[in-house]
């Protein structure tokens, strides 16, 4: 069956990074987009990226360019999201989701959602 | 890009339908059926319970069902039972790569 894991809670202060990773099983993982969405607390979903596991190819939010980087390693099916600078308005539950469709564009349906990750930004 | 407009809330009593609206551009909904709902639970990640507008995946009630008029598509939910409480969201392509979310509307059941 599908899953994906993702990495715990993280606690940072203001102005660092946190990289957070999604490992996946149960499917050909460089066979189907990966996304990230996150969720403030309170809040609504908010589309951050996705990144094509196969080529390495990412689209980002126009909101997270420059301070959001998504990458994976094929070898262990994780794939990992990168954000930088962050601020207090950072702090959310950060989720990997994985598209639909097979060895296609990547269109935002998300079938298999991982558990979450709380990311926390607090001096 | 803008965020899709839901209403903030919607109530129903069991055994009633409801109608959750989500109104983009033309841009995104009105461009293309690639609308899908999520239903979500606290402290829950989302489900997803329509795709492609009006298509349900593998194990989700035929209760739900979904629409699209225009820049505007619907999720009705027949027969509401109490589990549906939750937070629906709406979600749509947007072209060049981008995907956009509506801002969820909580559903009571009374």
């Known amino acids: 069956q599908v899953q994906l894991v993702q990495s715990g809670a993280e606690v940072k202060k203001p102005g660092a990074s946190v990289k957070v990773s999604c490992k996946a099983s149960?499917?050909?993982?460089?066979?189907?987009?990966m996304h990230w969405v996150r969720q403030a607390p309170g809040q609504g979903l908010e589309w951050m990226g996705r990144?094509?596991?196969?080529?390495?190819?990412?689209n980002y939010a126009q909101r997270f360019q420059g301070r959001v980087t998504m990458t994976r390693d094929t070898s262990i099916s994780t794939a990992y999201m990168e954000l930088n600078r962050l601020t207090s308005d950072d702090t959310a539950v950060y989720y990997c989701?994985?598209?639909?469709?097979?060895?296609?564009?990547?269109?935002?349906?998300?079938?298999?959602w991982g558990q979450g990750t709380l990311v926390t930004v607090s001096s | 890009q803008s965020a899709l407009t839901q209403p903030a809330s919607v109530s129903g009593s069991p055994g009633q339908s409801i109608t959750i609206s989500c109104t983009g551009t033309?841009?995104?909904?009105?461009?293309?059926?690639?609308v899908s709902w999520y239903q979500q639970h606290p402290g829950k990640a989302p489900k997803l319970m329509i795709y492609?507008?009006?298509k349900r995946p593998s194990g989700v009630s035929n209760r739900f069902s979904g629409s699209k008029s225009g820049n505007t598509a619907s999720l009705t939910i027949s027969g509401l039972q109490a589990e549906d409480e939750g937070v629906y969201y709406c979600?749509?392509?947007?072209?060049?790569?981008?995907?956009?979310f509506g801002g969820g509307t909580k559903l009571t059941v009374l």
């Open positions: 492609e507008v009006s």
């Open positions: 149960g499917y050909t993982f460089i066979a189907y987009y």
């Open positions: 990144i094509n596991p196969n080529s390495g190819g990412t």
């Open positions: 979600c749509s392509y947007a072209g060049s790569s981008i995907v956009v």
């Open positions: 033309s841009s995104d909904v009105g461009s293309y059926n690639l």
């Open positions: 989701a994985r598209d639909h469709y097979y060895d296609s564009s990547g269109y935002g349906i998300f079938d298999y």
